[in-house]
């Protein structure tokens, strides 16, 4: 048996906002990698609110997992932008309901009085571009972690 450490202290599911780029850049790293299906994508114009299913790797929890020689876990989370104007993308065709899109990074480019563009990119050269009044985001997680399907962690550039 051994010691608690500091890292047992992660086992709580995220729940997660940014309201600036700083904040949004955490949000990215914890999401890099995450998966989910082209249908788990929602655009609300009338709530302003645009919002992913995503099923992430645990980063949070990977050194903890490598150091006790146990599974990586990844996890289902909600990612939501809030105050969002408009929606545009590109390399990604909605109509094919069976695809699963790779979000590779969430980036902020401010405009004046807090407006700008949230830039998700995704691999395979997609990207989804949100027009946003404020920069708003929640990145909570909603089921237990479960074993990463592969059993590895994805590569994860510092």
Same mark, same amino acid.
């Given at each position: 048996?051994?010691?608690?450490?500091?890292?047992?202290?992660?086992?709580?599911?995220?729940?997660?906002?940014?309201?600036?780029?700083?904040?949004?850049?955490?949000?990215?790293?914890?999401?890099?990698?995450?998966?989910?299906?082209?249908?788990?994508?929602?655009?609300?114009?009338?709530?302003?609110?645009?919002?992913?299913?995503?099923?992430?790797?645990?980063?949070?929890?990977?050194?903890?997992?490598?150091?006790?020689?146990?599974?990586?876990?990844?996890?289902?989370?909600? %990612?939501?932008? *809030?105050?969002?104007?408009?929606? @545009?993308?590109?390399?990604? &065709?909605?109509?094919? !309901? =069976?695809?699963?899109?790779?979000?590779?990074?969430?980036?902020?480019?401010?405009?004046?009085?807090?407006?700008?563009?949230?830039?998700?990119? %995704?691999?395979? *050269?997609?990207?989804?571009?949100? @027009?946003?009044?404020?920069? &708003?985001?929640?990145? !909570? =997680?909603?089921?237990?972690?479960?074993?990463?399907?592969?059993?590895?962690?994805?590569?994860?550039?510092?």
């Amino acid at each position: 048996m051994t010691d608690a450490s500091f890292h047992d202290g992660r086992e709580a599911p995220l729940n997660l906002g940014a309201q600036d780029d700083e904040d949004l850049q955490v949000i990215s790293t914890l999401t890099q990698d995450a998966v989910f299906p082209i249908t788990e994508m929602t655009w609300r114009p009338s709530e302003r609110r645009f919002g992913l299913l995503l099923n992430r790797f645990r980063w949070e929890d990977k050194d903890a997992a490598t150091s006790r020689n146990r599974p990586f876990e990844r996890v289902q989370s909600v %990612l939501v932008f *809030d105050s969002v104007l408009s929606v @545009s993308s590109q390399g990604v &065709d909605r109509s094919d !309901k =069976d695809m699963v899109m790779s979000l590779l990074s969430v980036d902020f480019e401010a405009a004046e009085d807090g407006a700008g563009q949230i830039l998700l990119t %995704l691999a395979g *050269d997609g990207a989804i571009r949100l @027009s946003v009044e404020a920069l &708003d985001a929640t990145l !909570k =997680d909603v089921t237990r972690p479960y074993q990463a399907p592969s059993g590895q962690a994805p590569h994860h550039p510092e």
